[in-house]
C-alpha cells in the first residue's frame, strides 16, 4: 500500500505532557499538509509543506505545536504541554503539486485524547 | 475570510433515491473546489475536483456543479446505496495560498 500513512493511530496523554505524530506522505509528493479536527466539524488548516521549506503557518499554530519535514520525505508534528482543547483527530495529506487538478491524498489520522 | 456552510448537517433516505447534497461560499475567489467522503475512524477521500474555471465535474454516479457567482456547488447523487453512507465534505482552494478552508459536512444516511 503506498498511500499516506500516520502512526500512532490514537494517542491517549495527560495533561502537560509532550506528543509527537509522525506522517509518511505518498513517495513522490512534494506537499505535504497537516490539519485538526473536532468531532463534528471539517478540518482546519494547521500547516503545510512543499519539500523540506514550511511554507505557511495558521494561526491555530500557537508555539506550543512545531511541525518539521527533514529531508522532505516524512513529517512530524509535536504538541508540547497538552491540553484538553488539543483533543482532535490529526490528519496530513500529500499532494504533488501541479498547475491543476492538485488532489490530496489523506492518511487515515491520529486521533488524540488529553485527559 | 472564507467561510463554507453545508446544509443539511445530516440526511437520511431510502436506498435507490437520487439526492442532492449542498455546499455555500462566500468568498468567490477560489482556485478550486472539492467534495470529499469520510467514512467513521478513516481518513478523507477525495471523490470531485472542480476548477474555478469549470461549471461541473461528473465520475460515475456523482456529478458536482460549481456556481462561483452565487457561491454554491452541489453533489448529486445517482441511484443511491447503502454503501454511500458517509459523510460528505467540501472544500474551497484559495486563489492566493493552497489552504482548503471546508465545511462541517454532511452525515448521509442510506436506508436498505
Known amino acids: 500500500d503506498t498511500g499516506v500513512s500516520q502512526d500512532p493511530r490514537h494517542k491517549i496523554t495527560k495533561r502537560g505532557q509532550n506528543v509527537t505524530f509522525r506522517c509518511d506522505p505518498i513517495?513522490?509528493?512534494?506537499?505535504l499538509y497537516w490539519y485538526r479536527q473536532t468531532l463534528g466539524q471539517g478540518p482546519e488548516f494547521l500547516t503545510y509543506f512543499q519539500n523540506e521549506a514550511q511554507l505557511e503557518k495558521s494561526r491555530l499554530l500557537s508555539d506550543r505545536f512545531s511541525a518539521e519535514r527533514p529531508k522532505g520525505s516524512f513529517s512530524t508534528l509535536e504538541i508540547q504541554r497538552t491540553e484538553q482543547g488539543d483533543s482532535a483527530m490529526y490528519l496530513c495529506?500529500?499532494?504533488?503539486?501541479?498547475?491543476?487538478?492538485?488532489?490530496?491524498?489523506f492518511g487515515p489520522g491520529t486521533r488524540l485524547l488529553v485527559l | 475570510k472564507q467561510e463554507v456552510t453545508q446544509i443539511p448537517a445530516a440526511l437520511s433516505v431510502p436506498e435507490g433515491e437520487n439526492l442532492v447534497l449542498n455546499c455555500s461560499f462566500t468568498d468567490s475567489a477560489i482556485y478550486n473546489l472539492q467534495w470529499f467522503r469520510q467514512d467513521p475512524g478513516k481518513g478523507l477521500t477525495s471523490l470531485l475536483l472542480i476548477q474555478s474555471s469549470q461549471r461541473e465535474q461528473t465520475s460515475g454516479r456523482l456529478n458536482a456543479s460549481l456556481d462561483k457567482s452565487s457561491g454554491r456547488s452541489t453533489l448529486y447523487i445517482a441511484a443511491s446505496q447503502p454503501g454511500d453512507s458517509a459523510t460528505y465534505l467540501c472544500?474551497?482552494?484559495?486563489?492566493?495560498?493552497?489552504?482548503?478552508?471546508w465545511g462541517a459536512g454532511t452525515k448521509l444516511i442510506i436506508k436498505p
Open positions: 513517495s513522490e509528493h512534494n506537499r
Open positions: 472544500a474551497c482552494e484559495g486563489d492566493s495560498n493552497y489552504q482548503l478552508i
Open positions: 495529506a500529500s499532494s504533488l503539486a501541479q498547475v491543476y487538478q492538485e488532489t490530496q491524498y
